[in-house]
């Protein structure tokens, strides 16, 4: 076995974290007691949150220690927040003390809001010292020399933020210049509630390289550094992906399936629920149905092409929505725009389904409907597709929440209601 | 109007470009040319580069260089790139020879890839100068400080890159130190025709604020910045999103509804025509139906359910292969995932499906038909799910590209010819 994990050092910790997603959690396990317990560490901390617990709740408290203490304090807090309560204190309680009051400090915060993101190392220095003694300053505290450090962070006598230097401007400025003279003053800063949301907005937004945090009392307290700002933004796509078509959570592909089924399987059954909408609209017209069974053929047509409708602009929509390039407002102006998209497509469409059911069918009047019902379904699938995001935005949840699945109920179930609404009154008119 | 744009000036550039983002082309136009030309530079550079290059449209070759005199090279080329080829001909000859020359270079690359996507400005000094004289080698070219300069690249005499020593080792470090001593041998470089995916990869899989990019003769000739991989990723994560219900390229909320259309319709004809096996299926069976006409409420419920269930599947899998957290060559281990949760899921589905058949229309054996097909849908699902993204990227297209349609497609016809199939085979068997 020696071998085998001293040929393991010589891969990248990203990459060894990788390997190990992919082993079962006892192989994971015996992987991670075989590594010094500084590399340990670092894999830990580079595993998914929620696979890293999955992995120290085989260990005991003394053992998680073992690697806790080679990680900064925001590291081990997180991922003490994914362990079951009972482990946690177990394992607050073996951490040297002064950790542990640390530690128990950044739990405070929920793991997605600022507090619960940044990072409490930092490097603050007051306004009046110069470029020289901060740098000399620096050269003596090399623990200060923490990942990432972007920027020097200038505070007043109560800690409160008053500008940021940056690196860059430090080593191109001048030695004798104060910090009070080099220093931005117009400093974005998050608090330490904001929601990841507001995070990942910023990074899409502004070009910022770290983002300060103040508590109610504008002190700085915290970074939230640009790894773990990406981190939040790759992570906020990939949840409005999954939300869209109903997965609670984060689900990765080697999520173990039990797991998966409790994220999926309930919002399965919310779409059972909504598809009885549509169930029941296709029932109440059986006697149309089975006076003319030509129609039964089109039906998967309209659900189909007028849901992919719904979805296109819904897709535009939460995707805006999450990088802030729209706003609540916006909804008519949206709405206005999808309709126009939604009446141009639903022309050719229907002319394209109006042929089909002629050329198939050979009825004049089966066309007409289905081309008909078409048109009106492109425009309903624009509505649901403004509708539903901004309707869920208006109701305080995340506007992706089950999207997808409540586009297409009301696609399948207004689409099946026009189309054979119309071939009842076709029927009607046409006596066949 | 001088009001105006002294208010404007107050405002975050990155503000002001989702201002203009939303105004008309003309009244757009109009501000930019108020703003003093330094300005407006900094704004064309945050528009996104399809709107920059529409408003541009509206200028003349000397005007537009009247701005981009103001911007780097990389940024120039990127905005020239979205030009038509004769108007970007005209600002090439009226800008001065040299930044000419350098923005030609940057043009021979794809914008999607690194060469296309680099900054061309970086610091790079040789191995054996110390900390101190690179430092103050920093101080005397204060035209070297450029945004985001994060790292120093050290290179030897063939501008073949050695080896990174990050600004914050700089500083930390002793001042007679040699770069030789402190600087990271093992480094990671993008070549000049690496696709933007592989970017997006990185930035999510390691840790990096700057990958140096080579030439095919290993030479150092730029750097791909964290706010440049950041707007990479962020773009890569809305394309899958698009591409998955079938939009081409990068649709904005406010992408006029003309190009809106002409980015759509394609894809929903495909719908159309995926949407015909489902038809033809449905067609097929008109018989069976038009003696059991409880069946057809039930078309809808199996088409949503089993659809969404494969979306689910689709949605975890394209964002695995789109973070790099899977492989092609983990198929086969994700489908025998997906298919224990397909038959979880099914179960659960199918007791609901069948007692709600039961419930409804009274019969048992609609029940018990209905619910097998649910059972068996939320398996083909399940291998729909898996099977789509897996053949797109096999076939060597992204993985993404309309997957969802696709995916539905594969559930609703194959849904329909298991269910109206077992639901024929019931009816010759209970001869009903």
Sequence with gaps: MKDDTTHLQ???????ADRLERLPSDAAREVLQQLPPAEGAVILAELHTDKAANLLEGFTGGQIVGWLRFLPPHMVADLL???PVKRREEVLTALPPDQSAVVTALLRHLPDSAGGIMDNRFIAVRADKTVEECLADLRANPEQRTDDV????????????VGVVSLRDLVFAPAERRMSDIMN????????????????????????????????????????????????AQAEATEDMHLMVGLFGEERIWTPWRHSIAKRLPWLGVNLGTALGAATVVSFFEGTISRWTALVAFLPLICAVAGNAGNQALTVIIRSLALGEVAPGDALRALRKELFIGAGNG???????GLIAFGWKGSVLLGVVAGTAMLLNQILGAL????????????????????????TALTDTMGFLVFL???TVALRMFGM
């Design 10 to 16: 010589n891969i990248h910790p990203a990459d060894l």
């Design 81 to 83: 927040f994914a362990l």
């Design 150 to 161: 972007l920027y020097i962070y200038v505070t007043d006598d109560a800690e409160r933020l």
């Design 185 to 232: 003053r117009e400093v974005r800063v998050l608090h330490v509630t904001d929601d990841q949301e507001a995070i990942a907005r910023q990074v899409h937004h502004y070009h910022f390289l770290g983002l300060p945090v103040v508590d109610e009392r504008e002190r700085l307290v915290g970074v939230v550094k640009i790894r773990d700002a990406i981190r939040v």
């Design 347 to 353: 022309v050719v469409l229907a002319l394209a389904i």
């Design 384 to 407: 649901a597709g403004v509708a539903v995001p901004f309707g869920l935005k208006w109701c305080k949840v995340d506007p992706a929440l089950a999207s997808s699945i409540f586009v």
């Design 421 to 423: 609404g119309l071939a």
